[in-house]
Structure formats: structure tokens, C-alpha cells
């Protein structure tokens, strides 16, 4: 079996100085918690905030693959680049874990097509096409006033390149009218790379049934995210009750704009750790959102993005990455066998990944 999670916000927390190759208490993912966990591969996603204009976006993305770039040359003897199943199966071979690369937003694109290509000649091999605010492709699902109710006429020209060049179209953070304008106008397969269904936990974020649905039809997958807040609805008061983000965004914010400060470091820690001290969904949560697609569309459109690094908060039982054998256990007990939980960890992923070529 070959462990992917399709979706990390890792390279944010590399600007953020952390060091990959220490077991960090406070991290999700670092070296030594994905070889406990067993992982051999994840995408490292470039994401740039919605509140960067377009070439703040771009200069952001560029230290964001700077980082990642530096973290694989200086830890040649762990990690690898990957841009395919191939290179992802040869590292594994060779007792590496790959790094694939995705960009979240697509903002730093501008409205310059040629991006895409400077982007995929670098190794990004899926784009998220928005994030929390509309930008020059799509319409968000986080905005109250849709900028297009749907594709922009430029996001179209995205699309075509993005299906030209074989780079993965990622639906997750777009809105409901974007999804299916993508749908239509891709000719290739695309992916959520870290969504949940809204049949079971009512956000935005989430899909619906009949998106998912539609998703399969297409050969699409739907990557199952693991953020309580999309998980579990009753996860949503607890967290507004707790009051913890009412202060936590401002310490937060402190802390990534000097995390070289051992005081703001530790002030965002101690947030941190009061979230992980609230009454949790459990990590079987992440199950369920399994089943549920896997009884509305097969075994076929379901795989892993779980959103580590980019989330304030985890599943009980699934704190960090180290932890993923647990979730795979509990599919066991439900009755998945070797070959579904194959499909499941990177199988399905990778055949639309292939189906981009």
C-alpha cells in the first residue's frame, strides 16, 4: 500500500521555521511522524491567503516552492520530489518519502496563462482555483456576494490550459455554481483534494450529494478532510462556546509574522493546546465521511487530504500524522478489505492523476 494525503499545508509552517526533520510537539507533520505513521508520500500545498492581490499572491507562492525546494535538497537522504505515481513508487523503493506539490488559490496566477506552465514546469502538479474570496477564476464558497456565480470567462481559459498541460483541477473552497461550471468545462477528471460531505456536517466547505455524485460520474474523487468543523456540526458551537478563536486568529497572526519569537511562539502554542482540550469528534468521524461516499458512489471516488498544518485543530485520536494507521484500522474493522483501503490511500487519487496525461 502506498500512503498519500493529498493535501498538507506544510510548506507554510516551513516559513514558519519549523524544522522537518525534528518530532516537533506542536506539529502535524514533520519527518518523523510520517514515518511513524507510515505515510510515503503528501502534497505540499503552496497556499496563498485571499487577502493577498495577485502579485503578492505570486511572490508568496515562490517562497512558499522556495522553501519546499530547500527542505528536499537538504534532506536528500529522506525526501524526494514526486510529479507522478512513478516517481512516487521509485522513491518508496528507494526508502524516500515524496513530496508532490499543489498550489492553493489560484491568485497567484494573476490573470498571466502563462503562470500555469512556470507553475507546472516546477513541479506543481493540482491547483486549488480560489480559497476564502473570489478572485480572477471562480467565485469562493466562504463569499456572500458571488463575483460570477460560477467561472469567470478567464477561469475558462484556466480550465483549457490546466486540462492541456495535465495539471489536476482541485474543486475544494469553490463554490457550488463554480463546481459544476468546472465540471462542465473540464474534459478531464478533477478532484476535491481536502473536502467533507455536507449530508453529514452543514458548511459550505463541504459537498453535497448530488455533487458528489456528479464528481464520480465525471471520475473525479473527493479527498476526505480532517477538520473537525467539517466533519461533525456539533463541533461548530463547541468551538464558538470555548471563545478560544475570539483571541487565538490575533495570536496566531502575531506569531507568522515573527515566529522567530520564542514568546509569540509559545503564546500560539498555548492556543493551540486549549483547542486540543475541547470535547473533540473522533477520528472514527473521518470513517464515517468514508462510508458515506463510498455507499453513494462506490469505492472508486474516495481517497485522503487531511488539511494537516493548515487546520487549528484535529479529530480526537488523530493529532497529527503520525496517527494515520488508526484511521485504517477502524476502516479494517468496518469491513474494508486490502484492496479498498489500497484505493482508499492512494489508488483512486493516482488513477485520476493519470487520467490528466
Not at 510548506?11 to 516537533?24: A, V, W
Not at 505513521?37 to 505570486?58: C, I, K, Q, R
Not at 481536502?194 to 471520475?219: F, Q, V, Y
Not at 484505493?343 to 496525461?357: L, T, W, Y
Amino acid at each position: 500500500m502506498f500512503l498519500l494525503d493529498s493535501h498538507c499545508d506544510t510548506p507554510s509552517q516551513i516559513l514558519r521555521l519549523r524544522d522537518l526533520s525534528m518530532d516537533n510537539e506542536y506539529a502535524h507533520v514533520d519527518f518523523p511522524k510520517l514515518k511513524r505513521g507510515g505515510v510515503d508520500g503528501a502534497f505540499f500545498a503552496l497556499y496563498s491567503p485571499a487577502s493577498l492581490g495577485n502579485e503578492e499572491a505570486y511572490s508568496y507562492a515562490h517562497r512558499l516552492l522556495d522553501g519546499v525546494r530547500s527542505v528536499i535538497h537538504s534532506h536528500s537522504g529522506t525526501a524526494a520530489l514526486a510529479v507522478s505515481e512513478n516517481d512516487a513508487l521509485a522513491n518508496k523503493k528507494n526508502g524516500l518519502f515524496s513530496v508532490f506539490i499543489g498550489l492553493e488559490n489560484g491568485s497567484p496566477i494573476g490573470q498571466d496563462i502563462t503562470r500555469l506552465q512556470e507553475f507546472y514546469d516546477a513541479g506543481v502538479r493540482y491547483m486549488t482555483l480560489c480559497h476564502s474570496a473570489d478572485n480572477d477564476i471562480c467565485d469562493s464558497c466562504a463569499s456572500q456576494n458571488k463575483t460570477w456565480h460560477g467561472i469567470s470567462p478567464f477561469g475558462r481559459e484556466v480550465i483549457a490550459e490546466m486540462n492541456r498541460l495535465g495539471m489536476l483541477i482541485d474543486v475544494s473552497h469553490i463554490s457550488d455554481e463554480a463546481f459544476y461550471d468546472v465540471i462542465r468545462c473540464s474534459a478531464k477528471p478533477v478532484v476535491a483534494t481536502h473536502s467533507c460531505c455536507r449530508a453529514l456536517a452543514e458548511h459550505p466547505r463541504n459537498m453535497t450529494d448530488d455533487m458528489i455524485k456528479t464528481l464520480a460520474a465525471s471520475g473525479g474523487v473527493i479527498q476526505i478532510n480532517f477538520y473537525p468543523l467539517f466533519l461533525d456540526s456539533a463541533f461548530k458551537q463547541i468551538l464558538a462556546d470555548s471563545h478560544i478563536m475570539e483571541y487565538g486568529e490575533e495570536v496566531e497572526a502575531r506569531f507568522i509574522n515573527d515566529p522567530a519569537d520564542p514568546v509569540k511562539r509559545k503564546a500560539w502554542n498555548a492556543v493551540q493546546k486549549a483547542l486540543t482540550d475541547l470535547p473533540r469528534p473522533s477520528f472514527k468521524r473521518i470513517a464515517d465521511h468514508i462510508d458515506h461516499v463510498v455507499a453513494l458512489v462506490g469505492i472508486d471516488h474516495v481517497g485522503i487530504g487531511s488539511d494537516f498544518d493548515g487546520i487549528e485543530v484535529t479529530p480526537a485520536g488523530m493529532e497529527d500524522i503520525s496517527m494515520m494507521p488508526a484511521l485504517f484500522e477502524e476502516l479494517a474493522l468496518r469491513g474494508y478489505s486490502q484492496a479498498d483501503m489500497d484505493k482508499i490511500a492512494s489508488g483512486n487519487f493516482f488513477r485520476v492523476m493519470n487520467m490528466q496525461q
